[in-house]
């Protein structure tokens, strides 16, 4: 029974089409903005994870540093959600900072920049570009700026995975009323709030984060093509120990396996 279910799957796979979205960032535009020395394991590991899921290279898209900007990842994520269908799979990684209204930097000038009401029940990730003096335009909000392209990728029954390896990433889509899901130590349970379908989500901490410590062991734990959420969730518990690290994993309350 299990070969032909994955004989069932991987027939319909051969019908359809990987898309990838790679951001890395280590080097800001903005030099008061702290450097993030280990975001090249990152994006090594997420390569890797790309290359185990056999996804097509002309289809993975990578955008690093300076080429990481607000405009080029909304165009970018515009266009792959323009062209992806049903059955396709869709890979988002994100390695760079992230902040929310817990964040002690940018708390502050998130709500004299009257962003308040839209943080409230979402994140932020910083693009190349950001600044903090004018944190409006040049912020990325997961409300604002990412749920519109995730939602109609979303509703083309569309198998997602995204990934943010940054501070506080587990705001950036976190359930739409806000609240702080049932936890059990280091890790998220799932969410019946959870505004998605299709997507998991895997945010490498709920609030602080160290670039190059988490994806290998995501990498490590990504070892079956259809792995069970539950076993993924394990697996990252368990390897990710005691640390200032604290990963959550969100999806549907109907979704068992990743893919």
């Known amino acids: 029974m299990k070969k032909l279910i994955l004989l069932y799957f991987t ?15 280590g080097n800001y535009k903005n030099k008061t903005i702290t450097e993030l020395q280990n975001y090249k394991i990152d994006i090594k590991n997420y390569n890797q ?6 996804v097509d290279a002309k289809n993975i898209y990578r955008l690093i540093n300076h080429n990481a900007t607000k405009d ?15 059955n396709d ?11 929310s209204l817990f964040d ?8 004299e920049a009257k962003l308040i009401n839209l943080m409230m029940n979402s994140g932020a990730i910083l693009p190349y570009n950001f600044n903090p003096k004018d944190i409006s335009n040049t912020i990325i909000i997961g409300k604002r700026d990412l749920k519109p392209y995730l939602q109609k990728i979303d509703k083309k029954g569309v198998k997602v995975l995204v990934v943010f390896d940054a501070c506080f990433a587990e705001n950036s889509i976190r359930n739409e009323n806000n ?22 989500y895997i945010a490498s901490s709920i609030i602080q984060s160290q670039s190059g410590k988490f994806s290998p062991i995501l990498k490590s734990c990504l070892n079956n093509i259809s792995i069970e959420l539950k076993l993924l969730k394990e697996c990252i518990n368990k390897k990710i120990g005691n640390t200032i690290q604290i990963p959550a994993v969100l999806c549907n309350s109907n979704r068992t396996t990743l893919f």
Not at 49 to 54: A, E, H, K, S, T
Not at 89 to 99: E, I, L, N, P, Q
Request: charged share 20%; net charge positive; no cysteine.
């Open 11 to 25: 027939t319909i796979h051969l019908f359809a089409t990987d898309y990838a979205l790679i951001i890395g960032i």
């Open 49 to 54: 994870i790309l290359y185990n899921y056999r």
């Open 72 to 86: 080029n990842i909304k165009n970018r994520l515009s266009y792959i959600a323009s062209k992806i269908k049903k």
């Open 89 to 99: 799979r869709f890979f988002m990684f994100f390695s760079g900072h992230g902040t």
């Open 104 to 111: 002690e930097n940018y708390s502050e000038a998130l709500q």
């Open 179 to 200: 609240r702080l899901i049932n936890r059990t130590p280091n890790i998220l349970t799932d969410s019946k709030n959870y505004p998605y379908k299709n997507i998991v």
